[in-house]
């Protein structure tokens, strides 16, 4: 039978802001927003730009990738600082919201296991998450940029006329072009702040809404779950259910 809290409880809720360095969080009071507590984790790889943190090999000019260990350390150290700087029963939270800049986008399996766990894929480069200012898609972008002006694609203006290297589609094609096999392994191409909550949730959710107008921000409010997933004991491990199929589009392929 489903526990009620008492109505008369106060509710707080936690906010997990995962930036380029570090992740932040805050509790606030559910009644009226009051700030109670805050914490911060500096990302151990922070942005992994002249070199791949896994092997020391150097990265070519415009990467930027990061390590999703990263985030999952933001959990495990930041949420529990700011609960104790709030001084609030954790029992009393009732939700949790989280926010990542867009176009921190990474390859993983269908269960969401990030590409860059698997033993065997930890030292390629294309296997972590790419950061949102790893601009070294350019030639990608502009080639899909060229392609959809040519054909008089109606949606390019929508995005301002022109693909940015920072973008889902011009990433992808990159992988695609740069290391086939490992783009063969991927199995979801998502963004980090879809990733997160789809780690903390246990289900695959993906909100429809396009970078362009959402201001480069995405946000998401979950609920956490009480269990831990296989890589990490910092997040839930229960397994997906009902998820879509997000195969990277086998479309890529024919703007090359």
């Not at 990474?106 to 030292?123: A, E, I, K, N, Q």
């Not at 502009?142 to 390019?156: I, Y």
């Amino acid at each position: 039978m489903a526990q009620h809290r008492p109505q008369n409880r106060p509710q707080h809720v936690i906010g997990i802001d995962f930036g380029t360095l570090s992740g932040r969080t805050v509790v606030v009071a559910a009644s009226d927003g009051e700030e109670l507590g805050m914490g911060e984790f500096h990302y151990p790889h922070g942005v992994m730009d002249p070199e791949l943190a896994q092997t020391g090999e150097r990265l070519p000019a415009a990467w930027a990738l990061q390590d999703p260990q990263d985030y999952a350390e933001v959990l495990r150290h930041a949420v529990p600082a700011a609960l104790e700087d709030s001084g609030v029963d954790p029992e009393s939270v009732v939700g949790v919201g989280t926010d990542f800049t867009s176009c921190t986008i990474m390859p993983t399996l269908r269960d969401g296991t990030p590409l860059c766990r698997l033993d065997d894929l930890s030292g390629r480069p294309h296997a972590h998450p790419k950061l949102w200012r790893h601009h070294a898609a350019q030639p990608q972008a502009d080639r899909v940029t060229e392609v959809a002006a040519r054909r008089g694609e109606p949606w390019l203006d929508r995005y301002g006329g022109r693909i940015s290297s920072q973008w889902a589609i011009a990433k992808a094609l990159q992988v695609l072009e740069e290391d086939p096999e490992l783009y063969d392994r991927m199995e979801r191409w998502v963004e980090a702040g879809d990733w997160i909550a789809w780690q903390l949730c246990g289900e695959e959710v993906r909100k429809p809404v396009p970078p362009v107008t959402r201001r480069c921000i995405r946000m998401g409010h979950i609920r956490l779950r009480p269990t831990s997933l296989r890589w990490t004991s910092a997040l839930p491990t229960s397994p997906p259910s009902g998820w879509r199929s997000r195969r990277p589009s086998s479309a890529l392929a024919r703007a090359r």
